[in-house]
């Protein structure tokens, strides 16, 4: 039985994305589908306030519970808060940490998806990521596949999956909004002196 698990962690969480939605594009990834309304899962995620994301406000982030997937430790599900609460970005990190199960993912995403688009790891191979990029329209998704041995990356495997269109139109939306609010402020405000930026 020990043997069989992985085989059905990779079944559950493959077979969404495998399959291409009506319009072309992957849009499922364990259940959960981009574009959505977050609502639909607010079950699988963690008690509390979902948190703005600092480098991207334009966004909020909701941390899966993670007895909710199976094989799954973690992960998260971003939507968007200016335009509405849709489903823009899944993350989920496997309890399963090894470059082995990397390397069978890989697999299984190559015989889907063909060749990966681009390399988003890095040269010394302690971050190993792979990315497809799908468009179709003025639609457009990425995944991403990575393996990770560096501790700020949060070690072990990881997929993210994007719907890219749905993302730059939240950040549209949020460059007005802000803008708008900067000019009621009287607008942004001049630097001092550069010396102010050199650390002591």
Request: charge should be positive; proline fraction near 5%.
């Amino acid at each position: 039985m020990k043997k069989l698990f992985p085989l059905i962690v990779l079944a559950v969480v493959l077979s969404a994305s495998a399959c291409l939605a009506a319009d072309g594009l992957p849009l499922s990834l364990a259940g959960y589908t981009l574009g959505k309304d977050v609502m639909t899962y607010k079950s699988h995620c963690e008690d509390g306030e979902a948190i703005p994301m600092s480098d991207m406000p334009f966004l909020t982030e909701a941390h899966l519970r993670p007895d909710v997937i199976p094989g799954i430790r973690g992960g998260s599900l971003i939507y968007g808060n200016c335009l509405d609460n849709r489903l823009v970005r899944i993350k989920l990190k496997f309890h399963d940490q090894s470059q082995k199960l990397f390397d069978k993912l890989l697999k299984k995403y190559t015989a889907a998806f063909g060749k990966p688009d681009s390399y988003q790891g890095d040269t010394f191979k302690n971050v190993i990521a792979w990315q497809w990029d799908f468009a179709k329209g003025d639609q457009s998704v990425t995944v991403l596949l990575m393996w990770s041995r560096d501790n700020e990356m949060r070690p072990g495997v990881s997929i993210k999956m994007t719907l890219n269109s749905l993302l730059d139109a939240e950040y549209a939306c949020y460059k007005e909004v802000f803008a708008r609010e900067e000019k009621d402020r009287g607008g942004p405000t001049a630097i001092r002196g550069l010396g102010d930026f050199v650390p002591r």
